[in-house]
Nanobody, 123 residues
Framework: QVQLVESGGGLVQAGGSLRLSCAGS????????MGWFRQAPGKEREFVAT????????SYADSVKGRFTISRDNAKNTVYLQMNSLKPDDTAVYSC????????????????WGQGTQVTVSS
């Protein structure tokens, strides 16, 4: 079991950057595949990015590819989401999640979730 806590959200102007962090508890953090999802008001939860156990493999939603970078530091039990060139459409609550298997882009594959952090991008 792992508990996840996100941080780093906030208000930023379009074109700006933010780095989100997701701190995990427990000695088994490195055994989980990690992902970031987001949900804007009135919209469905949307896959953003995922990373493998070692960090050697990543995948991104087309909407963020080339702008966002997911990474992890297993020594610190932390996964990051570096967000550059932010757009107003990126405004959402961002949540990190952990899974053992399953389709990486399907939120139902994830077993553990953080509480989320708000990202607001002004135009």
């Amino acid at each position: 079991q792992v508990q996840l806590v996100e941080s780093g959200g906030g208000l930023v102007q379009a074109g700006g950057s933010l780095r989100l962090s997701c701190a995990g508890s427990g000695r088994t953090f490195s055994s989980y595949l990690m992902g970031w999802f987001r949900q804007a008001p009135g919209k469905e939860r949307e896959f953003v990015a995922t990373i493998s156990w070692s960090g050697g493999s990543t995948s991104y939603a087309d909407s963020v590819k080339g702008r966002f970078t997911i990474s992890r530091d297993n020594a610190k039990n932390t996964v990051y989401l570096q967000m550059n060139s932010l757009k107003p459409d990126d405004t959402a609550v961002y949540s990190c999640a952990a899974r053992n298997s399953g389709l990486y882009s399907d939120y139902r594959s994830y077993d553990y979730w953080g509480q989320g952090t708000q990202v607001t991008v002004s135009s």
